[in-house]
């Protein structure tokens, strides 16, 4: 077996476990919610880790660095992304709990104008 | 001769790198869309929830299907660069009705959302959720039919090296589209039980 096939396989092999085994915590409620969340979104890191080496081959080859240098920049893209809506939208709802639905068109009316 | 290998591997250097480029931009475009789903994700409008939505063993065995797929098509790569025709298109046959399974499981599951009434009309939670998984699904159509022309390319004209090259960059989009997979399945289905 060539290196290139084994290193396929092991990529292979490893994501199928980690995937049954959030599927088979979730399934089966082994830990508390919380918990359970750290521990799939854990599984999932670890997972596109395991795939960005051995599918994606992210560090070998020509022009390695090329793709390292972009893939950061895009990682920072999503952080922002992701975090900051996530972030502004929660603190959007939080401030607006005070009020119904009613309450809170006119408030955007009065002060935003919207 | 020697320097127009060198060119050759050049070009196709360049290729690659433009590929993964489009790949970077792609990952942020999911990005945005896996923004609007968690910002969305509570706002059912009175509809039904993700909890009451998914059924998880089901979109395990479409996760199992496109993990599978993502092997076979890194085979029909090492194929095609060792210069195996009839292996290489094999293993593309098998990625291709693995991933033509995927994609007919997911539209059963749309069918079955749409025909219970919980379209994307129904609330921001549907219209965030169709959006984020149909742009998946149309990503790996799209994929489906590129892998169709590689397959009718390399019987007809055997293996030549752009061929060869485009294989590995078709292999490359593949790869992607199930690590995006992962995130759905991890963030939408799996929390979304939770």
Not at chain 1, 36 to 64: C, D, E
Not at chain 2, 34 to 52: E, I, K
Not at chain 2, 99 to 112: C, I, N, R
Not at chain 2, 151 to 165: P, Q
Request: aromatic fraction near 14%; include cysteine; proline fraction near 1%.
């Amino acid at each position: 077996m060539s290196s290139a096939v084994r290193s396929y396989s092991i990529g292979f092999i490893v994501s199928i476990v980690l995937t049954a085994v959030a599927f088979l915590m979730v399934e089966h409620h082994a830990l508390p919610t919380m918990g359970l969340i750290v521990t799939i979104v854990g599984l999932a890191v670890i997972q596109l880790a395991i795939q960005l080496i051995f599918f994606l081959h992210i560090g070998s080859g020509s022009g390695a660095r090329w793709k390292i240098a972009t893939f950061f920049l895009a990682f920072i893209v999503i952080c922002i992304v992701v975090g900051g809506s996530i972030w502004i939208m929660n603190n959007l709802n939080y401030s607006m709990l005070r009020y119904t639905p009613q309450e809170q068109n006119q408030y955007l009316h009065d002060h935003e104008g919207i | 001769m020697a320097t127009d290998m060198k060119r050759v591997g050049q070009e196709s250097s360049t290729k690659t790198l433009g590929f993964w480029i489009y790949i970077m931009t792609d990952c942020v475009l999911f990005a945005t869309l896996f923004a609007t789903y968690a910002v969305l994700h509570g706002n059912t409008f009175g509809g039904p929830s993700s909890r009451q939505l998914f059924d998880l063993p089901y979109v395990f065995i479409e996760t199992f299907l496109l993990l599978t797929s993502s092997f076979t098509i890194g085979m029909a790569v090492l194929s095609a660069r060792a210069g195996y025709k009839s292996r290489t298109i094999g293993w593309l046959v098998v990625t291709f009705i693995l991933g033509l399974s995927f994609v007919t499981m997911e539209l059963t599951e749309f069918a079955h959302l749409v025909a219970d009434g919980n379209s994307w009309q129904r609330s921001g939670f549907l219209s965030a959720f169709f959006t984020l998984v149909g742009t998946h699904g149309a990503h790996i159509s799209v994929g489906l039919l590129w892998m169709i022309v590689m397959m009718i390319r390399i019987a007809k004209g055997g293996l030549k090296s752009m061929d060869v090259g485009r294989l590995a960059l078709l292999g490359l989009f593949w790869h992607f589209l199930d690590i995006i997979w992962i995130c759905i399945f991890t963030i939408v289905y799996l929390m979304g039980v939770l």
